[in-house]
């Protein structure tokens, strides 16, 4: 393999990272707050066909990312209303956000799918881009790409850093000692579910206006939930976040580079890869109970109200 | 403001009532969406609901489209009961149809349906169950989330299920389309009623329906997988085997989920296909909560949920929005009711903004 081809299987392989990044950083700040929101995948893909139907209508891209996000935090409200407001099973209402995300898609996106769109272009500095190498590798991404790494910086800062991010682990760890100290858990686990959302919403925009501009329905296959298997296999940590996604990344990039190898496998096989990856590391992180036990955030998935602590 | 006060005891009245006060606030919004659409609410409501099942045929889509969904769904309270998360169902639905479908097309030489049916059901449970034994091995060897071991399974049978069709079973003298042969006459299970295409599957549910009725009601295992899920901490003192109860709640959903699809393939279809089924192993998760994990409740929820799959696809035709609607309804009935099921632990009451700042 030449140095051109690896060069493009590394910068493929960050591309296709990005949606992961921010769909798994967004839910590692939810988690962070003790709230699990399931519904990953329904939030990627409806900011997915939100900001695909923002970016055929106006043509203008930033606007179909900020739709992407808005709508992404649409539906995050949704299931905060429901878990944080009405205290239901956190699993239900995830599995009912999802359902209910993958039917919207496709009911709005009826009339898009055979839609074409310019999408999100690959930015051009000037002398970098051109480099050998490097220029490739680190200065000719769309900015998507660019912001996916400024929010895995800022999300470190906020969580490790700042008080706000304190106060965020504090309630996820135990919100009856954060309300004792007077703050409000459900304001702040309700900002976290919004970022969350949010964050799921331009993964779901970087799919459909600049990995691939185009909306089909159920686009999104399934990295919602890889995203979920990335906060557990990353033990709830950013760095691990990042370095679990450019591995899924690669294991997704791998697939297309198999076959141009003239290895005779059926592409389906190829294409299970990335689940079955998702299985393995699955397996590996919680074979150690204790791993999840040390780092999972305390009060993962239970509902909390004042009333009833 | 409106303020959520704890009830002193929950309230048992609010258990049966929240899933009507879901169904109807559903079709509040829906009525509202249609007509935000431009769609006049009632004939929106009348080709939706009343349309699809006000004739012999039309209720017989209906039993057709219920019975996968209560079937599975009653699969999946058995480990719903003790909080574990199958939500793998399709994805076990797809290896069902998959083992029957191989047993048909394997034995296709057979002419005895009473012999090769029952082969056929026997194959698809275990193609189901065995789907099902991944999630539940991992998580009692490894302690691995079942949730997603179980819902990264249903993309890897739909690409299984693909290989198949494009590959291996692709029917030779099918002009190149994806799909198996054709089963034989004997392995394509009976029509039960006259003028409708509902099929001797039924039978399976019906029976699913009859033994998880006496499992839940005196089994000690169901007990104790009922404890469990309420009060995990109280089933850990009592030393309840939780690892046999993670085996039990999956295989139970794997095995329904299966005959689910054998019942598909071996009925309306009739050759390995995709798709297999419109979504009926993750509906039918909707239809086990709605149906409160409850035999009964599911029966009922089951043929709610078939109609809005029904409703959804007649909306398509007389009113030419997208079938997908189907999803955005079974969504919002889902979210509704997990919403007023807060009424059971809590009663509404006004307060003042006086009284608020006081507290």
Redesign the interface.
């Given at each position: 393999m030449d140095m051109n081809t690896l060069v493009l299987i590394l910068a493929a392989t960050v591309a296709a990272a990005v949606p992961l990044i921010f769909a798994a950083l967004g839910e590692l700040v939810v988690e962070k707050s003790g709230v699990l929101n399931?519904g990953v995948e329904g939030m990627m893909v409806v900011g997915a066909i939100f900001a695909f139907m923002a970016a055929a209508e106006t043509g203008q891209l930033w606007l179909a990312i900020l739709v992407g996000a808005v709508a992404g935090a649409g539906m995050a409200a949704?299931f905060g209303?429901?878990t944080l407001s009405?205290?239901?099973?956190q699993?239900?209402?995830g599995?009912?956000?999802t359902?209910?995300?993958?039917?919207?898609s496709?009911?709005i996106g009826?009339g898009y799918t055979s839609v074409a769109l310019d999408g999100l272009k690959e930015i051009s500095i000037p002398v970098l881009s051109s480099l050998p190498v490097v220029g490739k590798l680190l200065f000719s991404y769309n900015i998507l790409v660019y912001l996916a790494i400024i929010a895995f910086v800022g999300i470190w800062w906020f969580l490790y850093k700042s008080r706000s991010g304190l106060i965020l682990r504090a309630v996820g760890e135990s919100p009856s000692s954060a309300h004792a100290l007077g703050y409000r858990v459900i304001r702040i686990r309700y900002l976290a579910v919004l970022f969350g959302g949010a964050m799921a919403g331009i993964g779901g925009a970087y799919l459909s206006i600049a990995y691939t501009p185009l909306w089909a329905?159920g686009m999104t296959?399934?990295r919602g939930?890889?995203a979920?298997?990335l906060v557990?296999f990353a033990t709830w940590r950013p760095g691990r976040v990042l370095i679990g996604a450019l591995l899924f990344g690669g294991v997704t990039i791998a697939q297309f580079h198999v076959q141009g190898l003239g290895v005779e496998i059926?592409s389906?096989?190829l294409?299970?890869l990335p689940?079955?990856a998702?299985?393995i590391v699955?397996?590996l992180i919680?074979?150690d109970?204790g791993v999840?036990r040390l780092n999972a955030p305390a009060s993962l998935g239970q509902p909390w109200?004042n009333?009833?602590h | 403001m409106l303020r959520?006060?704890?009830r002193p005891a929950p309230s048992r009245l609010m258990i049966y009532l929240s899933p009507l006060l879901a169904m109807a606030l559903m079709l509040v919004v829906g009525m509202i969406v249609f007509t935000i659409l431009g769609q006049p609410p009632l004939k929106a409501f009348h080709a939706f609901f009343v349309e699809p099942i006000n004739d012999w045929y039309g209720f017989g889509e209906l039993l057709i489209k219920s019975s996968p969904l209560a079937l599975i769904a009653l699969g999946l309270a058995v480990g719903f009961r003790a909080n574990i998360?199958n939500?793998g169902a399709e994805g076990q639905l797809i290896m069902g149809a998959i083992a029957a479908g191989g047993v048909a097309l394997w034995l296709h030489e057979t002419t005895n349906a009473w012999i090769l049916l029952p082969l056929m059901f026997i194959a698809g449970a275990l193609g189901g169950m065995f789907w099902a034994s991944i999630p539940a091995f991992?998580r009692t060897r490894?302690?691995?989330?079942e949730?997603?071991?179980s819902?990264?399974?249903v993309?890897?049978a739909n690409?299984?299920l693909?290989?198949l069709i494009?590959?291996p079973w692709r029917d030779p003298d099918g002009y190149g389309f994806p799909q198996s042969k054709l089963f034989e006459s004997s392995a394509i299970l009976p029509i039960m009623m006259e003028g409708t295409r509902v099929h001797a599957g039924l039978f399976i549910t019906v029976l699913a329906l009859i033994a998880a009725g006496i499992f839940f009601r005196w089994s000690l295992t169901a007990f104790q997988m009922r404890v469990a899920g309420l009060a995990p901490k109280a089933a850990l003192y009592a030393g309840f085997k939780q690892k046999k109860m993670v085996w039990l709640g999956l295989l139970a959903g794997g095995a329904a989920a299966g005959l689910a699809g054998t019942s598909e393939v071996a009925g309306p279809i009739g050759q390995l296909l995709i798709p297999i089924s419109p979504g009926y192993g993750?509906?039918a998760?909707?239809v086990a909560?709605v149906g409160r994990l409850h035999p009964v409740g599911i029966v009922l929820a089951s043929l709610l949920m078939a109609l809005l799959y029904l409703g959804g696809e007649s909306a398509q035709m007389q009113l030419a929005?997208?079938a997908?609607?189907?999803?955005?309804?079974?969504?919002?009935l889902?979210?509704f009711l997990?919403?007023t099921?807060?009424l059971i632990?809590?009663k509404l009451r006004w307060v003042s903004k006086a009284s608020v700042g006081a507290a």
């Open positions: 399931l949704i209303f429901i009405l205290m239901a099973n699993v239900a209402t599995l009912a956000l359902i209910f995300g993958i039917g919207l496709a009911f009826q329905e296959a399934g939930w890889i979920l298997a557990v059926p389906q096989f294409s299970m689940y079955l998702t299985i699955l397996v919680s074979r109970a999840i109200h009333e009833l | 959520l006060e704890l998360w939500i991992l490894f302690n691995t989330s949730i997603l071991v819902l990264m399974l993309y890897v690409l299984i693909s290989w494009h590959g993750f509906a998760i909707i909560f929005l997208p997908a609607v189907s999803g955005v309804f079974q969504g919002m889902l979210f997990l919403a099921d807060v632990q809590f």
